[in-house]
Every structure is written in C-alpha cells, then in structure tokens.
C-alpha cells in the first residue's frame, strides 16, 4: 500500500510541477496576477507531494518491504538501522528521489523566504525551478521508478556495499545534493532576469544569499566525501580526481567565481552577462554531473548502475535545459547594459581575474575528465588521465589565484592605486617569504613546492590580519566582510594542510608479531594483538595498538579487518588519532604466519587542515550570508533603491 | 647457581633491546619505494579505479611482481612503464603520454589561459571605450554629501 | 549577437560528443598486440606436464588461442560455442588455463568438454600478462605468421564468431 501511495504521490507531483512550472512563468511574461499568484501555492503541494513520496520509500526501507525491487536490491534485515535508512539514497532511483526531494525543498525555501521581493520576480523563479523539476520527475517516473515492485518478494535484501556502511553515507550525499541542486536557485534568477529583462544590482542582492547557501552545502558536502574516502579507503588518500567527483567540484569553482561576480554585480553593477552566464554554468556543470554519474560514459568508482536508457534521457534533460538557456542568453545579453567604468587596476579588474582563473581551472578539469571520452570517441584508442595529469594541471592554475586573494580585498573599487596595495602589503610579503624559507625546514626538508604553498598561505594569513588591524580602527566591519576574510583564511589553511601531508607525510608497511613495535613521525605503535569479535552483521578481525610518543602512552588504537555477513570482499577499518597538528593512522592487511600481521602506519601532518580550511570556508560563507543587509523588508528595500539609483 | 648465572647475560641483552622493532614487509625497502612511486602513476586494469599500488585484486598482485621483478634487474622507470603499455595501452597510464594524441591535453590548460586572459584585457580596454564616464555634477556631490552626513 | 552564441556553441559540441559516448565502452582496453607477432613462450601441457606447448607450434596454421580457468564463471558461458565451433574443424583452438589448479583445470575441462586441441598450463599468469589479459575469457586469433589478427574480450558469442572470427579465418585461410 505504501509504495503505491508514493508513486501516486510522485505522478501527482510531475503534474503539479508542471502547473508550477508553466503558469506563473505565462502569467509574469502577460502580468496576470491569478497565474503569479499561482507560483507559492504551486510549490507547497509539488514539494509536499515529492516529501510524501520520499517518506513512503524511506518507510519502506525502515520495515524491510522486500517487495520493492529497490529496497531487495540495497538493504537486508541485519543491517543496523542507521544504514537501512541512509540505504535510500545509496543507489540510482533514491538517490535520483533525493536529488528531487532537494529541488522541491529549495524552491519551497525561495517561496517561504522572499516576500520583499517582487511577485513577478519571483513567479519566474518557482516557475523555472518547476520546469526543472518536471523533466528530474519525468526522468524518475519513465526510467528510475523507486517504487516498481519485485514479485514475488524476497525473502532477504542483497544488503548495502559494505563500503557505504559508515556514518558517511548518512551525511555526505544529503549535504553534496543541497549545494548540487542548491546551484539551481540560483540559475532560476538569472533565467528568471533574463526572461523579464530586468538585470540590475537588485537582482544580484536577492540573488547573492542564495548562492553562498548553496555554495556552503556544496563545500561541506565535497569535504565530508575527501575525509570520509581518507578514513574508509584505508591508504591515506584525500582526493583522486576520479571523475565523480570532479563532477562535484567543477561546479564548485564555478560557484566560487559566481559569488564573487554576483558581489561586483551588486555594488557596482557590473559584470552582468558574466554573472549569469556563471550561474547557468554552474547548475549545468551539476546537471552534467548528474549525467556522468548515473550514464556509464565514464569509469568511476561513484558510477551507479548504467542503463543506455537512462543516459539517453539525462542527455536530452541536459540539451533541453542548458541548451534553452543559453539560447536565452545569446539573446538577451546584447540589450544588457554594461555598469559602471573601472580602470585597469581595481577591484573589478582583479575580480574578474580571479574568475578567469577559475574558469581556466575548472576548464582544465573538464577537458582531462572527458578527453578519454573525445579520444574513443574520434577512434584514437585508449588512454586515461590520472591525479598525475590534474596536479600538474591545476596547481599552476591556482597559484596565482593565491596572490590575489590577498590583493582583492584591499583594492579600491573603480580604481585602485599600485602604491596603495603596496604599501598596505608590504609586511604580508615579509611574513611570507620568512615562512617560504623557514617553516619547511622546522617541518624536514626544504622543499621547493612546500615552501611556495606556505608563502602562500602566510601571504594571505598575514594580509587578513593587516586588514583586521585597519579596518577595526574605524569601527565594526559588518558579517559580510568578516565572512570573507574567514572564507579566505579557509583557504590558506587548506592550502597548508595540503601541502604540509603532500611533502612530510611517512608511511610504514611492516610485519608484526605481537609486541613487535614500529615507529613513524615520532610516534611508536606498539602490536598489542588481534581478538576476534562480532558486529551487527559482520565478524572481524579486532588488532590492539597502544600508541605512544616520547615514551608517553596516548591511546590504544582498534583497527579492523570486517568479513560482512552479505560480502566475500573483506573490508579494512582504519584506526586513526587525530590532532590538530597531524593524524596518525593504523591499518590491518593480511594475517600472516603464527600470530603476525601486515600492517600499515602513516603519519599524517596537518591533514586535518584540508578539512578545516574547507569547514572555515564555509563558515565565512554563513556569516557573510547571514548579512541583515539582504533581508531588508519591501519598504526598505525600496527606499534602498531609490538612494543607490541616485548614487549610481 | 651455574645455570641462574648464565641467565643473567641473556637479561642484559633483552634489557639492551629497547623494544622488538618490527621489519618491514618488503624484502627490499629500497626497491618497495620504487615500485609504489611508479604503480602510483599507474592504472589497475581490473578495478579501473585505483592505482596498480594500492589495488588488491589479483592481476595486480602478479603486475606488482613483475614490476618489482624488472626494478630489480635494474630497469628504468621508462622502461618498466614501456614493458606495460606493450602489453596493455595507453589506459595503463594516469599520466598520458605527450603525443600528437594528447597535445591539446597538455596544452589545453596552458591555452585556455593565454586565451583567458587575453580576452580579459581586450574586453576590459574596450569597455572603458564604450562606457562614458560619469563624473558627479555639483550638485548631485552635494546630494552625496548631505547623504553620508546623514546617515553617519 | 555571435559572440554570445559562443556558449551554445560550446554546448552543442558537448552533447554531440556525450551522445556518442553513449555508444562506447569506456571499460573496454583494447589490446596493442593487435597486428604484431604473438609473444613467445614455453609452458607445461595440462594434461601432460612433461610435454610443453610455445606458440611457434602452430606457424603455418590459422588458430585459435583461448584464454579460460576453471574459476571464471563467464568462461562457463562461452565454452559450449567453443565446443561446438572445435566440432566444425575450421581452425584448431588453443586452450590456456590461466592461474589455475591442475586438478581443478582437468576436471573441468572432464565436466564440460574439451574443444582445445592442446590445452597449455600458465600456473603464475606470467603468459597471460605478456598477451595483455586482463580479464577472462579472452581469445586471439593468430594467423599462419604468428601475427595476432584479432582479440575478443570476454566471452565469445555466437554473433561474435558468426560476423568477426569465422570471416578472418577464412580470409587469413586463402
């Protein structure tokens, strides 16, 4: 009974889309407020509808209706409640719900959160965001149905991939989705501007929390996926460039260059065919994502289940959708004014720099994602593009996207003065270079691509902490402007840990019998033995470690060696101490003669600063969304306008 | 008392033990570290989503050994990813060769830049052509600055 | 007007290379060997280990070289085409038992016929790395110089045999 009420929820909800869809869009384009007002109510009942459907499937898995070819096919009765519920997104058609359950959601939050802004605007934007959602539901309901039975029902489920069974699977994909599908907000105002013709400062002030939400469930939802791969895969690695998730992050780059423009594009009215031309990239670069993923067009450990079908659908979505929108844009930009003037050397000038840089660089990682694709394709064989490809591709890109982040912020809008930013940074470059030469060598060697990444990251620490001692002389900068200077120490502290585990990380395959000890990084792991033990619906192999430093006994370390009840694949738990300085790391390999073991260590300096710096970012990114400034009320906002029109 | 005298050398020596240092798994240290610098450039063929250093499926257990074979008979880098690519492709490699095949690859980026930023300056000379410049009348300065006198 | 038709552009070619690699198989690895000389080798007979099979055995004659273990579940699949293909005489099969049992690879063969007219043993794959197998069953057709001509990968199908191995064979047979 309850499947069915969810696939009757999910064919209501295509309709409704639908409605939403078509009707506000007809009544803002002929300004007939019966259609307008059509856009809130209509976005209630799709996003009800589509919450209703998820909650029937969810409820599904929760009891273990193995009648439901999609619960048979991902969960079992042994596995730990957690995962019987997370198992709803952990293959193609829930997670493909949840992607949609996420759309209604965001559109449901446009609709709640913009009474200041005009009913027209906002009819377009819910319309847009309808038509989006129409297309995913039909994809849903004609290919990747959640609800399409298995008769006669099994008596056990196949159970979930013992490597999505970990508080990961509970938070990642939620979190990645909410940026993912967050980016189409954004895209709806900026189709929603072009179909009224009306692109202006306001427009990127309604638009800008938008995005910088969207943008901060992005960045943690990318994080969580790197730390959850470093703990789970066992070897220590953070980041693979495999093609799932460059899927995830070229969008990010995008919408890192979007918030920027989007800043330019509300105080000084500039950049607008840029901003959205960014915004369109951005949700499309996350629909190709979506493509990718779900097509079999590439080889990905993230790749789920592939059917020729569905991949031909997801394309034509994707033509349908980018292709109409940018069509949009080829003819509505020409009429878009320009903005202010600025000079050479400006803000504007080094805004737009930094997002040709991120562009380049997400440029770089699309062409090294496809191309085995463009060379198959043109018949010129096999080949892959690997980490090697991508590192040396992309970090050039970026470095000088470091200088400028401490550059940016203290030019002067419409023109700045070289001597100005000199004279203002000239410590910081100090402070850098002593960094560059110094910190590697307390660290170890002194190594060449260690020491720039830390001059680097020193150079914009040092530039933030000169521009708080300013700017705090003549009062209390608002949230937008600490957000950004905490976005941008997020940064440099990503960019430490990441060169700091690069170049001194230490890794020790060894044999160990008990009490045999082994020392890695100053810290010494002493084998203590292996017990066996039982879990919930695994056995495992339980190894003791007692770690120490210095003589001192920190901790007692439990790696495990798991066979899963529904799995012949063994799986390896790391043990792992984590610090502020570093992570220490132990792993269990194969058993070997008498009571000995393979195992493996790694020192891990600073690691955790990837994931820090990535949680500082968007950490900046609430306070900097949390700005009272763009939820000024109606009346406000008018006479807001009213003074910037005199202004400008 | 002969045999507890006898004993006390072995204590001294366990005592001068500081503590059992375990050996590394690998024969040849030295030879390990070569082998897992070079399978990390390399793609496992049946996974097809891991490097041939970190993948534990069985053809790259026996790649792994060939390759270690090779290192040790003192074969180069070049050589050890020669004898592969004979055998398997291209799609062996993470790093793609440089080859007429893949010089817009490697120089895609490099291109995208150049191109980026020249974009960027002709687009910027032109605007400051297009746009007028609209220095403040004396009147609307003044307006300016009874506004910022109010608002402060 | 052109200019901002760009994006599009960009777009278009996008789809249009995404709708061919729909069409592709981006798991599929080719083999290189294709068109060069069979690599050489010398191994111990299955079922007589005393006896030793090497590739230059069969120069002079067309053959099929096919790579199979008792372990591997799709070999099962495209072994009864085999046998019935060894019926016709059309070209003699060479069986490699790849990283197997002796025992396990006899009784197999006992169990589900034998269509190899000599079935050589590579215990530690060393043959298969040199022929580039990556996954069983693969097979190569190698034509009277010792040339390899041509390799499936996976099993062989009937379609397979019908439309790409039989026309080759008579060819290189001429």
């Known amino acids: 009974m309850t499947p069915e009420l969810g696939h009757f929820a999910l064919i209501l909800s295509l309709w409704v889309a639908l409605a939403q869809g078509v009707l506000p869009l007809v009544g803002a384009q002929r300004s007939q407020p019966q259609w307008i007002a059509i856009a809130r109510p209509a976005t209630t009942a799709s996003f009800l509808l589509v919450a209703i459907a998820f909650a029937c499937l969810t409820w599904s898995f929760y009891i273990n209706d193995f009648s439901i070819a999609y619960v048979a096919a991902h969960s079992n009765t042994q596995l730990p409640t957690m995962y019987r519920i997370s198992a709803v997104w952990g293959g193609h058609e829930g997670s493909l719900l949840l992607w949609v359950l996420m759309l209604a959601g965001w559109a449901q939050a446009v609709a709640l959160f913009s009474r200041q802004l005009p009913d027209a605007m906002v009819a377009r934007v819910l319309g847009v965001l309808g038509l989006v959602m129409f297309g995913l539901l039909a994809f849903v309901l004609l290919t990747s149905n959640p609800f399409e039975r298995l008769l006669p029902a099994a008596e056990e489920g196949r159970s979930l991939n013992p490597l999505l069974q970990d508080p990961g699977l509970v938070y990642h994909p939620p979190m990645l989705y909410m940026g993912y599908v967050g980016m189409s907000v954004a895209f709806a105002f900026a189709i929603a501007a072009l179909l009224a013709g009306q692109l202006d400062a306001a427009w990127a002030r309604w638009s800008r929390p938008w995005t910088t939400v969207a943008w901060i469930f992005l960045t943690l939802g990318i994080a969580l996926g790197s730390w959850w791969a470093y703990y789970e895969l066992g070897w220590g690695g953070w980041w693979f460039w495999d093609p799932v998730e460059n899927a995830s992050f070229m969008p990010w780059l995008v919408a890192t260059a979007l918030i920027h423009s989007l800043a330019v594009t509300e105080k000084r009215g500039s950049f607008k065919n840029w901003t959205v031309l960014l915004a369109i990239a951005a949700f499309s670069l996350s629909l190709l994502g979506t493509f990718l993923v779900r097509s079999g067009v590439l080889t990905s450990v993230h790749a789920f289940a592939t059917d020729p079908r569905r991949g031909i659908f997801i394309l034509i979505l994707l033509a349908i959708v980018v292709g109409s929108s940018l069509l949009l844009f080829a003819l509505r930009a020409p009429k878009v004014s320009l903005g202010g003037r600025f000079s050479l050397l400006s803000r504007e000038t080094l805004l737009l720099v930094n997002n040709v840089l991120l562009v380049v660089a997400c440029g770089a990682v699309l062409l090294g994602t496809l191309y085995p694709l463009i060379i198959d394709a043109l018949g010129l064989g096999k080949l892959s593009v690997g980490p090697p490809y991508f590192n040396a591709v992309f970090v050039p890109i970026m470095l000088p996207l470091l200088v400028l982040v401490a550059a940016g912020p203290i030019a002067r809008w419409k023109q700045a003065e070289l001597g100005d930013i000199v004279r203002r940074l000239w410590p910081a470059a100090v402070v850098a270079l002593l960094a560059g030469i110094a910190l590697p060598m307390l660290a170890g060697e002194w190594h060449g691509y260690v020491a720039l990444a830390l001059a680097l990251a020193a150079w914009i620490i040092a530039a933030i902490v000169l521009q708080a001692i300013q700017r705090l002389k003549t009062g209390n900068p608002p949230p937008s402007w600490w957000g950004m200077q905490i976005a941008h120490f997020g940064l440099a502290a990503f960019v430490i840990g990441v060169a700091m585990v690069g170049s001194y990380e230490e890794e020790r395959d060894v044999r160990m019998s008990p009490g045999e000890t082994v020392t890695v990084g100053g810290h010494t792991f002493k084998f203590l033995g292996v017990e066996d033990v039982r879990g919930p619906n695994y056995t495992a192999a339980r190894g003791s470690f007692e770690l120490s430093k210095d003589g001192k006994m920190l901790r007692i370390l439990h790696p495990e060696k798991r066979n899963y009840d529904s799995s012949a694949m063994p799986m390896t738990e790391a043990a792992i101490d984590a610090g502020l300085t570093r992570d220490v790391y132990v792993s269990l390999g194969e058993p070997l003669e008498g009571a000995a073991w393979a195992v493996r260590v790694y020192f891990k300096p600073f690691v955790d600063w990837i994931w820090g710096g990535c949680l500082l970012m968007s950490l900046g990114g609430l306070v900097a969304a949390a700005d009272r400034r763009y939820r000024l009320k109606a009346r406000t906002a008018t006479k807001t306008v009213a003074t910037g029109a005199m202004a400008a | 008392m002969k045999r507890l005298l006898a004993l006390v050398p072995a204590a001294l020596l366990s005592f001068s033990l500081l503590a059992n240092e375990a050996a590394p798994l690998a024969e040849d240290p030295v030879v390990e570290q070569r082998l897992v610098h070079i399978a990390g450039e390399l793609r496992c063929l049946v996974c097809q989503n891991e490097s041939l250093a970190g993948s534990q499926a069985d053809l790259a257990k026996d790649l792994r050994r060939e390759v270690r074979g090779l290192i040790k008979e003192g074969k180069s880098d070049e050589e050890v990813k020669d004898f592969l690519v004979s055998r398997y492709g291209d799609f062996v490699l993470y790093r793609p060769q440089v080859k007429p095949e893949t010089y817009l690859l490697w120089g895609g980026p490099f291109i995208l830049l150049v191109a980026g930023i020249i974009a960027l300056v002709s687009y910027l000379r032109r605007r400051n052509r297009l746009v007028p410049d609209t220095p403040l009348t004396e009147e609307e300065k003044k307006r300016a600055a009874d506004l910022l006198k109010a608002d402060s | ?174």
Not at chain 3, 12 to 32: F, T
Not at chain 3, 59 to 87: D, M, Y
Not at chain 3, 110 to 123: E, H, K, L, S
């Open chain 3, 1 to 174: 007007m052109n200019k901002f038709l760009l994006p599009l552009g960009i777009f278009i070619v996008l789809v249009a290379l995404l709708a061919v690699g729909l069409n592709l198989n981006p798991r599929e690895v080719p083999s290189p060997l294709v068109g060069k000389p069979a690599p050489a080798f010398t191994v111990p007979q299955l079922h007589e280990p005393e006896k030793t099979f090497s590739p230059k055995d069969m120069l002079g004659k067309v053959w099929l070289f096919n790579v199979w273990a008792s372990w591997c579940v799709s070999c099962r699949e495209e072994h009864p085409i085999l046998v019935e293909f060894a019926r016709t005489g059309m070209v003699p099969i060479v069986g490699l038992d790849y990283k197997d049992k002796r025992a396990d690879g006899q009784r197999w063969l006992a169990r589900f016929g034998n269509p190899y007219q000599i079935v050589p043993f590579d215990a530690d794959g060393r043959v298969g790395i040199d022929y580039g197998v990556y996954g069983v069953p693969e097979t190569y057709l190698i034509d009277k110089a010792g040339v390899i001509r041509f390799k499936q990968i996976g099993p062989v199908t009937p379609e397979v045999l019908e439309k790409k191995i039989i026309p080759l064979v008579q060819e290189l047979n001429k």
